[in-house]
Structure formats: structure tokens, C-alpha cells
């Protein structure tokens, strides 16, 4: 069986503006997600995370290299139809409501209307949005917008779930119950790949790392052969993305 | 089609929220208040003039409300950055045109439909009344223009930035309905080298006067023959068709990004 996400020695360059020259924003990114796994995604603002994410969805072309996702390339509806996606402040249409979102979010992906309101409630409820889903997007808060994104990204039952700074602008609790959604999903056998800041979350769930830094890679594996004795991932982190002499 | 359907419903969901219709509703209060107040050199009670301002400015207000629809449709997106979870979902570009320009066009054929019925209160009100048969004519070549300048707006924003294609969008079609029918008469007796140019635009032109039969409904010249009205909705039709499959083709190959790297 296919491995989710497959990345060979990708490489994404933006094409030269006005007064601007062309810029390499990601350079022989290789990494592999393996099924039923956590695999988290580091980096410093500006390392290319998104871009490379983008990248997988097809949003935007590589320059060279090989993408993978699911076994096909995400321009194909049917690998998208698999697919769950969470964006980076989840850009959502601020006048529908939690429930609006939800349905026509499904409905989108072919599921039936009795499904869908059988998944909406369920989805709403374990992201804590019960009480919220009659209410429209423009008065959820930062975390609220974030949990509801988490739960457009699950309606489809995807095998694939990618997330983009799931955790920013979650509260401890929110952060909690994100752990709980992930790690369960995990246990069904669903692949989930996401990038983060938050490197104690990423140390807790995660099976698989990847640090990329300037545009590449600078170290990725499982997440107890990356560090050191002793070791913490934040630590092991900075290590990787900081000079040497301004390390702490 | 389910698709195409949830994306149209989104654009109408949208509309309401933001009380879009508000505005159409003042519209509509200022039609029928400049319409139950004309009364220009004594004529007021001319049904006939009533009849010709009143679909005069339907006819302008749609205009302005098709363009003004269409063309913020898939720039908002990419503002609002929204684009990026809709085109994570299984939909084909096509599908995002599609729906987007159904939403559009209906929200703009009601809008006209609701500017038809408030002429047609003040005529009825002033003792007039409108031939049905010819209405319906009218109304439905007037949605089929409402669909081409819907999606010659979609179309050019798959190119131009918003503004532009607003812009844009008013010219041709202002040069659609105005310069086309005209260009043979320009023709006439112009150096050859420039009555070629005239009449390739006279074929290059999509012919929008087809579309407007105010005058036949003004001066109850009756119906057009039902052939004659089929082959103008073909025309109309054709014309839509092949504005939605320029802008496919144009959509289908744009790549998003943030405009920064993260």
C-alpha cells in the first residue's frame, strides 16, 4: 500500500516579481508519511510549512521533484474526496453558521443530508461547538474558528487529515481536546499530518517529525531517535534552526 | 450537480447575510417612487412613457447588478482566502466556475424579476397594464442576457483583478448592445482597410440589442414568433457556454499562494 504523503526531492520556487527576485522557498524536501501515524511538521516562520502544504494540495505547482498524497496528486478530485484540510487561521465564510459550515462543507464531499446532520451534531459536539452551532462564523473567537475549522476538516471521514497550525490560538483546554480528536483518530487507523509551533504538543502526539528550516529539511524521524538523551524537543528544535552562536 | 448547486446556494447565503437585498429594496422604493412621480411636460399619465422609463431603468439597474454580483465572486474568495478549504474539497474547477456563476445569475434574475414587478405595479396603478405574452418574451430574453453578462464578468475575473473586470465587463457589453448593430451603417462607404476591422467586430461582438425587446412590450407590438425567440435564447445560450468555458479554462490552472511564504 501506498505511503499518504510521499515528498522527492521537492522544490518550489516563486517566479521573479517587480523589484523582487525569484526565490527558492523550498529545496530538496524529501519526506515520507507512513499510514496510521502522526507526523508533525516544524519549523520557523518563513521555513516554507505552508508552502509545502500547498504544495501537497496541489494549490500551487512544484518547480521539481515528486508529490504524492494518498498515491495519486491531490489535482485529482477523487484523492481530494479522501482528504481532510484545516488551513492556517481557518479562513472560513464568516456568515454561515457552525452548522451551515458543517453541512454545506459535506455536502460538497457527496454526503447525504441525513449522514451529514448525523455527522454535523456529532462533530459538534467533540469539538465543544454544541451550544455555538446556530451562531454565525463572524462572532466565533480565534479558538471557536479554529475548533470549527478542525471539524469541516473531519465531516468527509477523511484517511488523510492535514492540518496547518491546528493548535494556534487554542486555549489549554482546546488543546486537550484536539489532542483526544487526533489521537483517536490515529487509533482508527487515519494518518494526520500537520505543522506546528507548538513543539510540547507536537513531543506528545506525534510519531514522526520533520524540521525544515530556510526551505529544506534538516532533520526528520521518529521522534525518540531525533533527540539526545535527556533531550527535549524544543531543545533538539532550536538546535537545528539556530546558528550556533546565538543558540541559548 | 449537488455541487454546483451548494456552491450557487453559498453565493445567495452570502448575499443575504450581508443584507445585499436591503440595498435592492431601495432600489426598488427609488424605482417606484421616480416612476410614480414622473410626470415630465404634463405626459405623466402616458402609460407608454411610464412603460419605457420604467424599463429603462430596469434594464440599467440589472446591468448594474449582474456585474456588480459576478464580478466579486471569485476575487472574494481569494481575499477572504476562503479559496484555499474550497479547493480542498473534491470540486473541479469547473465545478467552482459553474457554481459561482448560478449563484450569480439567479440572484440577479430575481433581483430583475422583483424590478419587472414594480414597473408593472405603477403601470397597473396609472390604469396601464403589460401584454403577458410579450412580458414573459421580454423577461426571458432578459434573463438571457443577465446569464451572458454574468458570466462574461466571472470570465474576466479569472484574469483582471476585480476593478478591471468590472470595468471591462461594462464595456464590452455596453459596446455589445450599443456599437454592434451599428458597425454595418459605420461600414458604409469607410476605406476597405477599415471596413474589414468593422466587420470582423460586427462578427467578433456578441449582439446584445438582440436581447432587449422593452419596445415591443412599450408599444404592444405583441410577441416576436416563438422560432425567432428560440434562436436568440440559442444565441444567448452559445454565448454564455463559450464565456464559461474561457473562464475555466483561464481558472483551471491558477495557483494560489498567500503572497509570503509561511
Redesign the interface.
Known amino acids: 500500500m501506498n505511503n499518504p504523503i510521499e515528498l522527492e526531492d521537492l522544490r518550489v520556487e ?1 517566479p521573479a516579481r517587480r523589484g523582487h527576485p525569484p ?1 527558492v ?1 523550498l529545496e530538496r524536501v524529501t519526506l515520507t508519511v507512513q499510514q496510521g501515524t502522526i507526523y508533525g511538521f516544524l519549523g520557523p ?2 521555513a ?4 509545502t502544504i ?1 504544495t501537497l ?5 512544484p518547480t521539481a521533484g515528486r508529490v504524492s498524497i494518498l498515491g495519486g496528486d491531490a489535482s485529482q ?2 484523492i ?2 479522501r ?1 481532510g ?1 484545516l ?2 487561521h ?7 453558521t457552525g452548522h ?1 459550515l458543517l453541512i ?2 459535506g ?4 454526503v447525504g443530508r441525513t449522514e451529514l446532520e448525523r455527522r454535523a451534531a456529532a462533530l459538534l459536539a467533540r469539538v465543544g461547538l454544541a451550544s455555538a452551532a446556530q451562531r ?1 462564523l463572524a462572532t466565533y473567537s480565534r479558538g471557536m474558528l479554529q475548533r470549527i475549522g478542525l471539524a ?1 476538516a473531519l465531516i468527509n471521514d477523511p484517511d488523510l487529515l492535514i492540518l496547518d497550525e491546528p493548535t494556534s490560538g487554542l486555549d489549554p483546554l482546546g488543546r486537550m481536546d484536539f489532542r483526544k480528536i487526533i489521537l483517536g483518530l490515529r487509533t482508527a487507523g487515519k494518518s494526520i499530518f500537520f505543522s506546528s509551533h507548538e513543539l510540547s504538543e507536537v513531543e506528545r502526539v506525534c510519531d514522526h517529525v520533520a524540521i525544515l528550516a530556510a ?1 529544506r529539511i534538516v532533520a526528520a524521524d521518529k521522534v525518540e531517535a531525533l533527540m539526545a538523551p535527556g533531550e527535549s524537543l524544543e531543545q533538539f528544535f532550536l538546535r537545528m534552526v539556530m546558528p550556533q552562536e546565538v543558540q541559548p | 450537480m449537488i455541487r454546483l448547486w451548494v456552491l450557487a446556494r453559498m453565493v445567495w447565503l452570502d448575499l443575504f447575510r450581508r443584507k445585499d437585498p436591503y440595498v435592492l429594496l431601495m432600489v426598488l422604493g427609488a424605482l417606484l417612487a421616480a416612476l410614480l412621480s414622473f410626470d415630465i411636460f404634463g405626459l405623466g399619465n402616458l402609460v407608454r412613457y411610464l412603460k419605457d422609463v420604467g424599463l429603462l431603468l430596469t434594464w440599467l439597474l440589472a446591468w448594474v447588478l449582474a456585474v456588480q454580483l459576478a464580478a466579486r465572486q471569485l476575487p472574494q474568495e481569494e481575499r477572504r482566502h476562503t479559496i484555499f478549504s474550497l479547493i480542498a474539497k473534491p470540486i473541479t474547477r469547473a465545478d467552482l466556475v459553474l457554481g459561482k456563476w448560478l449563484g450569480a445569475w439567479l440572484a440577479a434574475a430575481a433581483g430583475t424579476a422583483l424590478l419587472y414587478a414594480a414597473t408593472w405595479l405603477v403601470v397597473l396603478l396609472r390604469g396601464g397594464n403589460f401584454e403577458l405574452v410579450t412580458l414573459m418574451q421580454v423577461l426571458l430574453l432578459h434573463l438571457c442576457f443577465l446569464a451572458f453578462v454574468t458570466a462574461l464578468s466571472i470570465a474576466l475575473t479569472t484574469i483582471l483583478t476585480q476593478s478591471a473586470a468590472m470595468t471591462m465587463a461594462y464595456l464590452l457589453t455596453g459596446a455589445g448592445y450599443f456599437l454592434a448593430a451599428r458597425l454595418p451603417v459605420m461600414a458604409t462607404g469607410a476605406a476597405p482597410a477599415k471596413t474589414n476591422v468593422l466587420l470582423v467586430l460586427y462578427y467578433a461582438l456578441p449582439h446584445l440589442e438582440l436581447f432587449d425587446l422593452r419596445q415591443r412590450l412599450v408599444h404592444d407590438w405583441g410577441p416576436i414568433p416563438a422560432g425567432v425567440l428560440l434562436g436568440i435564447l440559442g444565441y444567448g445560450a452559445l454565448w454564455t457556454a463559450g464565456l464559461l468555458l474561457l473562464a475555466w479554462l483561464a481558472y483551471r490552472r491558477t495557483r494560489f499562494t498567500r503572497g509570503e511564504m509561511t
Open positions: 516563486f526565490m522557498a516562520n518563513g516554507g510549512k505552508t508552502t500547498h494540495l496541489g494549490f500551487m505547482a478530485p477523487a481530494r474526496q482528504i484540510y488551513s492556517e481557518p479562513e472560513l465564510y464568516p456568515y454561515l451551515e454545506n462543507m455536502q460538497l464531499f457527496g454565525r469541516q526551505g
